[in-house]
């Protein structure tokens, strides 16, 4: 699969120049799996996920959800699509809108497949994500990054969907946050059994959530393999830079990764 | 509920919702701003059903008289009452103003984002043709208008509402373009949303603050459109109080009696600043992010 952007022409003259955000992306993704993408910022993992969200089109190739080529579907025919898959996405502050209330945000995918009387199911979904209920009317700035995080996972849920897909959903979030999410966002996927798209640029976080991970780089996939195997064996040059710098720069920049964070709570909850 | 570890904390670090904002009150600007504008709103009804005088009866015996406790404001070259015609000149103006903007506001606002929206060429063309009718001076085009149907406040108002569409279109167009960019967009969008609801539930909403800015500005500059045209005598024909025809009568004794200039000078540039302030001040207001953060 391939995706190039027109950039805005420099000159009358010459033609606009083209960015090739995607070249000769395949990959394969098993339902039930919990697939990771990582790469460095810019590298196309975005523009991958949204093309896999069938919310942009492949300059070529095909998307298959199901059997169906998704890639060449107008955005009215994707009503299964929506019903099945969901996004969570990079920006709390951007990925919520300013002017509804939580009850009305978490909902929008209900109200979009024609349900009413939503706000039971809200409910349910904000002590899922564990927000209390007097959240429901609220509105998303009286929220701070992990709570509104927590919001978009709410929301993602509420259409029951088999798949999540998440662009670098803790990127944004203060270490110490970060781990709460990854781990909720880990522990709904085993809860409802999930298909996890995971993307990130640090692959000591990926390694927290994924079996299985594509390492890119400036728009083609470098390597696929299991997480554990690219982490211990990395055969790819660029993976090996990854693997090497990762962990050495989160340790310098904040003391631990926030896979140690992680790993910590998690022991913390399971002592009795 | 129970909550695991730190959750309970996120809870209780809430805002209370509707408190603060009520607390605090309105700011200011929109106070003065808005009493300008209500005081203007409120004289205009009131001139429908009082006035201290007939503000077209015209008396040769009380021509020209300067301020006196029957004529507080004097009289003009006709013996008309000076504030009487004030009041009741402050009904054109706001008709004028509403109209022409709520004409520039049903156009502009959709065009914008239409335009906004869609990817199609005629996006683009639609931009273009506005950039045109921006380009087109708002008088010359009330004047084309005026030769073609005759003077006239419904040919002025119309034509102030046509010219003032560009720059509603232009302003909810870059505002849309924006909100179009947004990752609640994008959720909405794989929420499985129809671009008319994303237009109407995501779009509009974050763009009110632009459009309500944007009539503000709009009616001051109708006000003065109308008050130049009234003055050229293209707007408001004679027997309809107008401020700018007021000013256009009174210039010829402009070094005899000045306070026939003066009075509905002041009248239009209180009109215009208010306007300017109560827009202003609903900016910062109706934003929500700006709203908490002071
Ligand atoms: N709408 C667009 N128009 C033009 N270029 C784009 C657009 N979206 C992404 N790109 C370019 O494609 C490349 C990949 O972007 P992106 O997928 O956002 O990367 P990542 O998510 O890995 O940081 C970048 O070089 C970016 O500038
Ligand atoms: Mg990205």
Redesign the pocket.
């Given at each position: 699969m391939t995706r190039e952007?027109r950039?805005q022409r420099t000159s009358l003259f010459t033609p606009a120049p083209v960015?090739h955000?995607l070249r000769g992306v395949s990959l394969d993704i098993a339902p039930g799996e919990r697939f990771g993408i990582v790469?460095e910022?810019?590298?196309?993992?975005?523009?991958?996920l949204r093309i896999i969200a069938g919310l942009d089109q492949p300059t070529s190739g095909v998307v298959e959800v199901d059997g169906v080529d998704i890639a060449r579907l107008p955005e009215r025919r994707l009503g299964f699509l929506r019903e099945k898959l969901q996004l969570v996405f990079q920006d709390p502050m951007s990925s919520l809108d300013p002017r509804m209330k939580v009850r009305d945000i978490i909902a929008e995918p209900l109200v979009a497949q024609g349900k009413r009387d939503t706000l039971p199911r809200v409910l349910e979904l904000l002590e899922a994500v564990g927000l209390q209920p007097e959240a429901a009317d609220r509105y998303p700035h009286q929220f701070s990054g992990g709570q509104r995080q927590r919001i978009s996972i709410a929301r993602a849920l509420a259409p029951d969907p088999q798949i999540l897909v998440a662009?670098e959903p803790v990127s944004a979030l203060d270490v110490s946050v970060r781990a709460q999410v990854l781990n909720l966002i880990a522990e709904l996927v085993d809860r409802l059994s999930l298909t996890l798209v995971f993307?990130s640029h640090d692959l000591s976080v990926v390694r927290h959530v994924c079996d299985r991970v594509a390492v890119?780089s400036r728009?083609e996939v470098v390597e696929i393999g299991a997480t554990e195997q690219i982490y211990d064996a990395p055969q790819h040059p660029y993976s090996r830079q990854l693997v090497a710098a990762a962990p050495r720069l989160r340790a310098a920049l904040a003391g631990r990764t926030a896979a140690d964070l992680a790993a910590d709570t998690l022991a913390a909850k399971e002592r009795p | 509920m129970t909550l695991p570890g730190g959750l309970s904390r996120l809870a209780t670090g809430l805002q209370p919702a509707s408190s603060q904002r009520s607390r605090r009150g309105v700011s200011a600007t929109i106070a003065i701003g808005g009493g300008i504008v209500a005081f203007i709103a409120i004289v205009g009804l009131l001139s429908l059903v009082w006035t201290p005088y007939d503000p077209g009866g015209i008396d040769p015996t009380s021509r020209l008289q300067l301020s006196s406790s029957a004529h507080w404001l004097g009289t003009d070259k006709f013996g008309r009452d000076v504030l009487s015609l004030l009041m009741a000149g402050s009904r054109t103006t706001l008709v004028v103003g509403i109209v022409a903007v709520g004409v520039a506001a049903l156009i502009g606002v959709p065009l914008g984002i239409m335009s906004a929206m869609t990817t199609r060429w005629w996006g683009e063309a639609v931009m273009r043709a506005n950039d045109l009718l921006l380009a087109f001076p708002a008088l010359l085009l009330a004047i084309m208008l005026t030769a073609v149907h005759g003077q006239g406040v419904v040919t002025a108002m119309v034509a102030i509402g046509i010219a003032s569409i560009p720059s509603f279109a232009r302003v909810v167009r870059s505002g849309a373009i924006g909100v179009m960019k947004t990752e609640y967009v994008l959720a909405a969008r794989a929420a499985g949303r129809r671009p008319l609801a994303i237009a109407f539930r995501h779009v509009l909403p974050n763009v009110t603050s632009l459009i309500i800015v944007q009539a503000s500005v709009s009616f001051a500059i109708a006000v003065l459109a109308e008050a130049a045209l009234s003055y050229l005598g293209l707007g408001a024909p004679p027997g309809t109080p107008s401020w700018g025809r007021m000013l256009q009568e009174g210039q010829e004794l402009l070094f005899v009696a000045p306070r026939l200039e003066v009075f509905p000078g002041i009248a239009i540039a209180l009109a215009v600043l208010g306007l300017n302030l109560l827009g202003d001040g609903l900016r910062d207001r109706f934003d929500p992010r700006l709203r908490d953060r002071r």
């Open positions: 952007f950039r960015v955000a790469g910022s810019g590298c196309g993992k975005s523009t991958l662009d993307v890119m728009g | -």
